[in-house]
């Protein structure tokens, strides 16, 4: 696979096996468990066996993220400095956060929670700024880099670069889900036509 403009990583595992899930977002900062270390230095061999070299590397604020990119990066010869990045940061998921995932469902209910996986429509009370997220993927799409940016980001924000772009947009009628899982990739590119368009998302290696 060549390398393409775009590589957006959601950061790896915060609950170990048998853990009850909850919804962690903005407020809970949570490190990589050890499956999630394994996740990200997955990637990170994926990568380098592919042969990308990334020109950038962007970062939400948490450590969860930092701690995978620094992971990727340990493949990566005369890699760049990450550049922390505060539109990159994970939703808030207000009176859910970190609560039960059968709390959560319990209070707005599984069609609420289907709307967001799949057209990203928050629920109520979740915060989420999606016009100035989109805005923020549109500038860096916008942009031309030398080689590959790395992106590493959590499920709540990287959803929006496929809403951000009308192709990429398009595109999502195809997409079962626009969940990455934790441990996976997408790739954004441009098309022979100029198009932006996705043609992997939520790939483990």
């Given at each position: 696979?060549?390398?393409?403009?775009?590589?957006?990583?959601?950061?790896?595992?915060?609950?170990?096996?048998?853990?009850?899930?909850?919804?962690?977002?903005?407020?809970?900062?949570?490190?990589?468990?050890?499956?999630?270390?394994?996740?990200?230095?997955?990637?990170?061999?994926?990568?380098?066996?592919?042969?990308?070299?990334?020109?950038?590397?962007l970062t939400s604020p948490l450590v969860r993220t930092s701690e995978t990119a620094r992971l990727i990066l340990q493949h990566q010869r005369d890699?760049?400095?990450?550049?922390?990045?505060?539109?990159?940061?994970?939703?808030?998921?207000?009176?859910?956060?970190?609560?039960?995932?059968?709390?959560?469902?319990?209070?707005?209910?599984?069609?609420?929670?289907?709307?967001?996986?799949?057209?990203?429509?928050?629920?109520?009370?979740?915060?989420?700024?999606?016009?100035?997220?989109?805005?923020?993927?549109?500038?860096?799409?916008?942009?031309?880099?030398?080689?590959?940016?790395?992106?590493?980001?959590?499920?709540?924000?990287?959803?929006?670069?496929?809403?951000?772009?009308?192709?990429?947009?398009?595109?999502?009628?195809?997409?079962?889900?626009?969940?990455?899982?934790?441990?996976?990739?997408?790739?954004?590119?441009?098309?022979?036509?100029?198009?932006?368009?996705?043609?992997?998302?939520?790939?483990?290696?």
């Amino acid at each position: 696979m060549k390398a393409p403009l775009f590589v957006v990583v959601r950061h790896g595992n915060t609950f170990d096996a048998g853990e009850p899930p909850r919804r962690i977002g903005w407020r809970t900062d949570l490190p990589l468990t050890e499956r999630g270390v394994l996740q990200a230095e997955a990637l990170g061999m994926y990568f380098a066996e592919l042969g990308w070299r990334f020109d950038r590397v962007l970062t939400s604020p948490l450590v969860r993220t930092s701690e995978t990119a620094r992971l990727i990066l340990q493949h990566q010869r005369d890699a760049p400095a990450v550049e922390v990045c505060s539109w990159l940061r994970e939703i808030d998921h207000g009176p859910d956060e970190n609560q039960p995932e059968e709390a959560v469902q319990a209070r707005i209910g599984e069609d609420a929670l289907a709307a967001w996986d799949e057209r990203a429509e928050p629920p109520p009370g979740w915060i989420v700024d999606a016009d100035a997220r989109q805005e923020a993927w549109r500038a860096l799409f916008g942009q031309e880099p030398a080689g590959p940016v790395l992106i590493v980001t959590s499920n709540g924000a990287a959803r929006y670069a496929l809403l951000a772009d009308p192709a990429l947009r398009a595109g999502i009628e195809g997409m079962a889900r626009l969940k990455l899982p934790t441990g996976s990739f997408g790739v954004i590119d441009r098309a022979a036509d100029g198009a932006l368009w996705a043609p992997v998302w939520g790939k483990r290696p």
